[in-house]
């Protein structure tokens, strides 16, 4: 297919947004029954689910540690999640999202406070528009603090493009086809930290610096939406 027009002369991305905009975004906790703790995210039309459960008993239970619970977590996206035909089992790709959401989300959590425990951790990816890592992480830490898990701090996470030589704040899937550069950026921002940096393409050392200052503005929002959505949930039950 040929490469769509994606960003107009005046700045004017795809979807009618400008260069540093984030999509429309959704947050809510405990949206789930069965699970401790759960989340509900959508970055535009992406969407994504995450549920927690724990600390519990591990199985099996040889797998426990002595010293610190351990976290399990399952990236995964439905069949009716994207337009090509996904087989069912575990592809390549989500064992790598799982590790790599997995080892962000170990970075915040006190898991020392629950030897011999597990915590585990599911993102389904309902509808997959671009940014699915960096939204599963996002549900993923409202879901965890959902289920009172205590935590250094939470997760937010976006991804950032590079269009057409724009730099442009969380890539949407077309963007991110058709882009020169996808840098899905993971912070802890209360910390300072960054636990997750992924870079698919190339960025002059110039771009990558103006690229981590788009994708920090675009955190802190998203963070301050997140602190929201827990005390919107948290209100509501203290008014109930
Ligand atoms: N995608 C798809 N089919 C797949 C995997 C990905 O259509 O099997 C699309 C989907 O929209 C996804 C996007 O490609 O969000 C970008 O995927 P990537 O691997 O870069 O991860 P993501 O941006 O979702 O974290």
Redesign the pocket.
């Known amino acids: 297919m040929e490469k769509p027009k994606l960003i107009s002369e005046d700045g004017v991305r795809v979807d009618g947004r400008r260069l540093d905009e984030l999509r429309p975004i959704k947050m809510e906790v405990g949206v789930l029954d069965k699970s401790d703790g759960s989340a509900y995210v959508e970055f535009g039309k992406?969407k994504v689910f995450a549920a927690v459960f724990g600390p519990r008993e591990v199985h099996p239970k040889h797998l426990a540690l002595p010293e610190r619970a351990i976290l399990n977590c399952r990236y995964h996206?439905t069949s009716f999640s994207?337009?090509?035909r996904?087989p069912l089992g575990m592809?390549r790709?989500e064992v790598e999202?799982s590790k790599v959401i997995r080892e962000a989300l170990e970075s915040i959590v006190f898991l020392e406070e629950f030897p011999r425990t597990s915590i585990d951790i599911y993102v389904e990816v309902i509808q997959?528009?671009?940014?699915?890592?960096?939204t599963g992480l996002t549900a993923a830490s409202l879901a965890l603090a959902d289920a009172g898990i205590p935590m250094a701090d939470m997760i937010a996470a976006v991804?950032v493009g590079k269009v057409e030589g724009h730099l442009v704040l969380d890539?949407c899937?077309i963007e991110?086809?058709y882009g020169e550069a996808?840098l899905?950026v993971a912070m802890a921002p209360r910390l300072n930290s960054i636990v997750l940096l992924q870079l698919?393409g190339r960025l002059s050392r110039e771009e990558f610096q103006k690229a981590m200052a788009l994708a920090r503005e675009g955190i802190s929002k998203i963070y301050q939406m997140q602190r929201e959505a827990l005390k919107r949930k948290y209100s509501s039950v203290e008014e109930g």
């Open positions: 992406t996206m994207v337009e090509d996904k592809t790709r999202l997959a528009d671009g940014g699915t890592r960096t991804a890539v899937d991110d086809k996808d899905p698919n």
